[in-house]
């Protein structure tokens, strides 16, 4: 109809996220109860860290929700009906196409489909991946109508993430491979840390009731290390790939790490498989979930917290299956049932309300600052379409990209974000602009042809190019004749 509003890109980012959590439940289901998995619903869609990403349009939920739903329909495709398995591939291609890392879904369906192979028929594997190759095939077709290449948008993923040897570099960039780990608390928020409290304090109440006097219980551990360790030659090669693994992670090879993690993975099925543990397969698959995204993020360069979204239902997850196995240990019961896990349940929710509650006005800031940036860049891109009427003909750059790619409906092309840092004890940057970065500036929009630079960075006098216009943090800059 030739009406665009950014709203739209919101709406859909919000329903699509709904029914992302509508997944994340039915997918617990598949492992646990049902208060249980609204339990697990709930935390993952009231984690600080997806609260305050939600509504931005983003694609990080987006593709999170379509991998909930991936994993959803090849686990039920394995243990109901194999034609769900057509519909599994085409909803991992569509977490594909929202958010290209998300391709490392490939490692934990690929590891169930092995863990499951006597179960399943190559064929209903072929037909999964034929349905998906379809629907990509329009997508595809736009990128060689409007790009030249069907291969355009994927041409540079990944290529930041060998490193950058220089102080003036891009402003999500972070070497610090634990940094997902050290940020752990502010991404789970106050109800995830207590519920790592209740399930480490329920280990320990164990270990002290159970383990070191005679129970089943120590006959059940006893008997697991009983059966991994009569597998000697395996049990070896597990440490070997371990060891290897370790070494490969601290090298910051994430490839090799990624695979060495999927063979560990496997081996640690095999040493385990005739252990009578319930479920062994989807707790694995989920724990792959988890580490090839943080194998990942963790060694690329570029770091953000909303990266850590991959990793939300995974962690919700291993949040239930704790506490699920404490409440089963640990008995409160009335009238001969145990109500435990009901009573934890029932003190979390108040809790997530609560922190909810509190989290709001920090949500309502950013998105005020987000809001009063975005209009500036309509207003911006409105009076730039006025400015040079023959623009789709000019090449454009800027730091707000995907901003002005979708205002102005072409192809705005990505700078990078020079800027020099230091580094506080607390270990916060401060970043600043100084002569090298505007020099850095100016000789990458030089090298790559730049006609006009849209940029919300102040302080940038650059030689070559002139600043034409000013929207309040915007600023509009075209080559010099």
């Not at 509003?5 to 959590?21: K, L």
């Not at 890392?101 to 064929?123: A, T």
């Not at 009983?226 to 490969?248: E, Q, W, Y």
């Amino acid at each position: 109809m030739g009406y665009v509003y950014s709203s739209t890109i919101f709406a859909v980012d919000g329903g699509i996220f709904i029914f992302g959590v509508i997944g994340m439940f039915l997918f617990l289901k598949l492992r646990f109860s049902s208060i249980e998995s609204f339990l697990g619903g709930l935390l993952y869609s009231t984690f600080p860290v997806v609260l305050i990403s939600l509504g931005f349009g983003f694609s990080d939920l987006v593709s999170v929700s379509f991998s909930i739903w991936a994993l959803f329909f090849l686990v039920l495709g394995v243990e109901n009906n194999r034609k769900f398995l057509y519909l599994a591939f085409p909803f991992a291609m569509f977490a594909f196409l929202s958010r290209y890392n998300s391709g490392l879904l490939i490692m934990p369906i690929f590891l169930y489909i092995l863990i499951n192979k006597d179960r399943i028929k190559f064929r209903d594997i072929l037909i999964g991946i034929i349905v998906s190759v379809l629907t990509i095939l329009p997508v595809l077709i736009f990128f060689y109508e409007k790009f030249g290449n069907i291969l355009y948008p994927f041409i540079n993923f990944g290529a930041t993430s060998t490193g950058v040897n220089s102080e003036t570099i891009n402003i999500a960039y972070n070497t610090n491979q634990f940094y997902f780990i050290q940020r752990f608390y502010e991404f789970i928020g106050i109800q995830g840390c207590i519920i790592l409290l209740i399930v480490v304090l329920g280990i320990f109440v164990l270990l002290s009731q159970r383990f070191f006097r005679k129970t089943n219980d120590k006959k059940i551990i006893y008997g697991f290390i009983k059966k991994i360790g009569a597998n000697k030659v395996r049990l070896i090669v597990f440490c070997l790939v371990t060891l290897l693994f370790l070494i490969s992670f601290v090298c910051t090879i994430y490839i090799v790490s990624e695979l060495l993690f999927f063979i560990l993975a496997y081996l640690f099925y095999d040493l385990s498989k005739n252990s009578n543990i319930k479920n062994l397969n989807i707790d694995i698959m989920v724990f792959v979930w988890v580490m090839a995204f943080f194998i990942f993020h963790s060694i690329f360069v570029m770091k953000t917290n909303r990266y850590f979204l991959t990793m939300v239902p995974s962690v919700a997850y291993f949040m239930v299956l704790g506490l699920s196995e404490i409440s089963n240990r640990i008995k409160f019961n009335i009238r001969n049932r145990n109500i435990t896990f009901k009573l934890i349940t029932i003190i979390l929710t108040t809790i997530i309300l609560l922190s909810t509650a509190t989290t709001i006005p920090q949500i309502l800031q950013a998105n005020s600052n987000i809001n009063t940036l975005d209009n500036e860049i309509e207003l911006s891109s409105q009076w730039f379409v006025g400015y040079d009427p023959e623009y789709r003909n000019k090449n454009i750059y800027s730091d707000l990209w995907p901003n002005y790619s979708w205002y102005l409906n072409t192809n705005v092309k990505m700078v990078p974000i020079y800027q020099t840092y230091k580094t506080l004890p607390n270990g916060n940057r401060v970043y600043s602009v100084n002569q090298a970065d505007i020099n850095a500036f100016n000789n990458y929009l030089i090298n790559n042809n730049a006609d006009y630079f849209f940029s919300d960075i102040p302080g940038l006098n650059l030689t070559t190019y002139s600043l034409i216009k000013q929207f309040d943090n915007i600023y509009i800059y075209q080559r010099k004749n």
